[in-house]
């Protein structure tokens, strides 16, 4: 996903070079720009001294770093805003310094939640299974995107990010409320069986049961009723009926005998205590392992195949056979290694059913339906990413929100692809020397401040009122105001471009 911005750099930048307004006096520039006459381009103010917008700027920052980074998408969406409507930066510079700076927030975000505990199973809060499987069709995406992207007029590019922003916003609050709703519910029945001292209640015809565990009260919401509010898969039917058939206590013990000798040929007890006790490590050595090795793939694959501003360390020309040839390629290995992986999850999944395994009703059972339409989302978040500039994180957790993922989970997750991605384009960026160091590291120093703040107070509310709502309405709460900002910069900017008679509406080569 953030392969994309490694292009999205040479995207914009190739775009921008190619269209950038010329200047004579400092008058032709922007607010905080300035001309350099040698050049005849407008070049951006130092940091220091702060303008009073630029201090408002990074209060700012502050701010969405904490609720984006508490959500787990970087906030890459709303950053461009920024620096693009307060800071006053030309649209290729913004793109590496927000790399920078949702690249520190997201490091923070993942290192303070590495070691979090998922809140109903022995297992790490980090959902390593989608995350592994999401990656190479992010990557695939991400790449196509950015190199679209050159092609591409800033309007139709804006016009595109205010579209998701704006849908994006819409479908987060809706799954919003319908978490509220539920953890409403929840608690309006704990109340009631603490006062009754019952142990089943029924509300809105539905009933509910409580079971005791370390001496706190856990109310168990009826499986049909998550399932309805989670947009359930049709397979879930099937997965209840095969739990009930292989038996669903943790710590029951089945074993499989030959039916003339008597003799056991399989103790499922065993097996499913080996997988409960892998999954209540860390981390997942496997997993991190197969992440790693895509991640190292798609960068040694963007320097192959090089790009406007980076020469393929192949020796091919931008567009020639060979480069084609090699492009190719690299769709059909990351498709394979999406195919590959999808095929080990499902039948991960079948054989957990078979066992009995314990799911939480809020766990992706892995069918090859599910594991595709996943990918597709993958990869359509990473094209868009790449095509618009936004991170995958942005997309990704609106979906997998909608695959009924725990919020928690989720965000947890997000984290991740968003340092993969960031942290990507981040080193392309550096490599081309397209990072503008004072602003970067000012920004990122609060960045890493409020993402530490926004997540650890965060985590005290949603402990504290019980209600992961809480981070989805976070997520809302950032798409909402992308949403207005990029809008009001997008009508500044073809204003004064038609002002000044420099719009430009088509498409320019991709190569």
Not at 157 to 167: F, K, N, P, R
Not at 268 to 279: F, M, R, V
Not at 466 to 489: D, E, M, Q, W
Request: glycine letters at 8%.
């Amino acid at each position: 996903m953030r392969l994309i911005l490694l292009i999205l750099l040479i995207a914009l930048v190739t775009a921008q070079n190619k269209f950038s307004p010329k200047c004579k006096k400092d008058s032709d520039c922007d607010p905080m720009n300035h001309c350099n006459e040698e050049v005849g381009k407008c070049v951006h103010k130092d940091l220091m001294p702060l303008s009073g917008q630029e201090v408002a700027g990074t209060i700012l920052v502050f701010l969405m770093s904490a609720l984006s980074n508490a959500g787990g998408i970087g906030g890459s969406s709303i950053m461009i805003a920024f620096l693009l409507l307060i800071f006053n930066f030309e649209t290729h510079m913004v793109i590496p310094i927000v790399q920078v700076i949702i690249m520190s927030g997201s490091i923070i975000a993942v290192f303070l939640k590495f070691k979090s505990r998922h809140p109903a199973r022995d297992r790490p809060l980090i959902f390593y299974d989608i995350l592994m499987l999401e990656v190479a069709p992010l990557l695939l995406g991400s790449s196509i995107g950015v190199f679209l992207n050159i092609g591409f007029p800033t309007w139709l590019i804006l016009a595109i990010l205010i579209l998701v922003t704006l849908t994006l916003a819409i479908i987060t609050f809706h799954k919003g409320y319908v978490y509220y709703k539920k953890e409403t519910k929840i608690k309006r029945v704990s109340t009631i069986m603490k006062v009754t001292h019952q142990d089943t209640v029924e509300i809105d015809t539905i009933e509910f049961k409580a079971e005791n565990k370390n001496d706190e009260l856990e109310i168990i919401e009826p499986d049909d009723e998550l399932e309805k509010d989670q947009d359930n898969f049709e397979h879930e039917e099937e997965n209840s009926q095969n739990q009930l058939e292989y038996g669903k206590k943790r710590h029951a013990s089945f074993v499989i005998v030959e039916e003339e000798t008597g003799r056991p040929i399989r103790d499922i007890h065993s097996e499913l205590q080996e997988i409960y006790k892998e999954e209540g490590k860390v981390y997942y050595p496997f997993h991190i392992f197969i992440i790693c090795a895509i991640y190292a793939w798609a960068i040694l694959a963007a320097f192959f195949r090089g790009d406007t501003n980076v020469k393929s360390i192949g020796g091919w020309e931008l567009c020639s056979d060979q480069y084609w040839g090699f492009v190719g390629g690299f769709i059909v290995s990351m498709i394979l290694i999406g195919l590959i992986l999808a095929r080990h999850l499902n039948r991960q999944t079948h054989h957990k059913l078979e066992l009995g395994y314990d799911y939480d009703a809020h766990d992706l059972r892995w069918h090859f339906k599910e594991s595709i339409m996943l990918m597709c989302f993958s990869f359509i978040a990473g094209f868009t990413s790449g095509l618009i500039g936004i991170s995958g994180g942005v997309i990704m957790g609106p979906v997998q929100l909608a695959f009924g993922i725990r919020p928690e989970v989720s965000a947890a997750t997000s984290s991740v692809i968003v340092v993969l991605t960031s942290s990507l384009n981040f080193i392309l960026f550096l490599k081309a020397g397209m990072v503008t160091e004072n602003y970067s590291l000012w920004l990122m120093a609060f960045s890493v401040i409020g993402s530490a703040a926004g997540i650890l107070i965060v985590k005290k509310i949603v402990e504290k009122q019980k209600r992961p709502s809480i981070i989805v309405f976070c997520l809302g709460t950032v798409y909402i105001c992308a949403f207005l900002l990029i809008l009001a910069y997008g009508i500044r900017k073809m204003y004064k471009e038609e002002e000044k008679g420099t719009a430009k509406y088509g498409f320019q080569p991709f190569c």
